[in-house]
């Protein structure tokens, strides 16, 4: 039987890149997945390859920096699957420059997108996932680099992540709701984007990922978020972890 048979699963951000990979995983492995997004173009495409592959899945159109939105795609997804098992908070704007040239707009939308979208899903959410819930949430290995120079404002928001899901593993471990946190390194849009603006610091950063090569999205990201969710990880809370190749030391 397929690991996450019969549970129901939100992804956030899951029109493309890391999210849709994990919508693929959670879908392969007997989820039912709503994947959330901006784009409903995009949703669509990630539900029709689930569906092609046998799964099931619905698109809902979500802003996660507006409060009503992602109150309104909880009930849908409730209404429409009759429950929810799994949260994965994957979308997030991402305030990059250094100190003075990220502006008071774009560090507001790395907030918004961030940490308190994370926080209103995660309250909104809550009373679906007691009694074996899961919840994903996403920091980045940018907060642990020696030089943040240029991705202050960014590690900002992924730290404030963190330390939600921390707070949320201890306060509703009783509720029966596993929290953790997945800082992944991955071969998404964002990431070769930023490989094709910064070249040069994109190869020497590359070069110090042990195992030499940056995650595939579903089959390196997608597949752990799976393992973290089923009951092989029960005992698993509270955690940060860099799905990475080795390149983060969280230490």
């Known amino acids: 039987m397929a690991r996450l048979s019969g549970r129901i699963a939100l992804v956030t951000g899951a029109g493309q890149g890391v999210g849709q990979g994990i919508a693929f995983a959670l879908a392969a492995e007997g989820a039912a997945v709503a994947v959330a997004g901006r784009t409903r173009s995009k949703l669509d495409a990630t539900v029709a390859e689930i569906e092609a592959r046998g799964g099931r899945a619905l698109a809902v159109e979500c802003n996660v920096r507006d409060a009503a939105s992602l109150a ?61 819930g899961c919840i994903i949430n996403f920091g980045s290995s940018a907060a642990k680099r020696w030089d943040l120079a240029g991705y202050g404002a960014y590690a900002a928001v992924k730290e404030a992540i963190r330390q939600l899901t921390r707070a949320a593993a201890c306060e509703w471990a009783r509720d029966g709701i596993r929290t953790n946190a997945i800082l992944p390194l991955a071969d998404s ?23 030499g090569r940056v995650g595939d999205c579903e089959d390196d990201i997608g597949r752990f978020v799976v393992a973290l969710c089923s009951d092989d990880c029960r005992y698993i809370n509270g955690q940060s972890i860099g799905v990475d190749g080795g390149q983060a030391y969280l230490g």
């Open 72 to 132: 309104s795609c909880v009930d849908r997804v409730v209404r429409h699957f009759g429950g929810l098992n799994i949260l994965v908070n994957n979308a997030q704007e991402v305030p990059l420059g250094t100190l003075d040239t990220v502006t008071d707009e774009a560090f507001i939308a790395g907030w918004e997108s961030g940490p308190l979208a994370t926080f209103r899903l995660m309250k909104l959410c809550h009373p679906y996932l007691k009694g074996g």
């Open 189 to 211: 849009p964002a990431m070769q984007g930023w490989t094709r603006a910064r070249p040069q610091e994109a190869a020497a950063f590359i070069a110090t990922i042990p195992q």
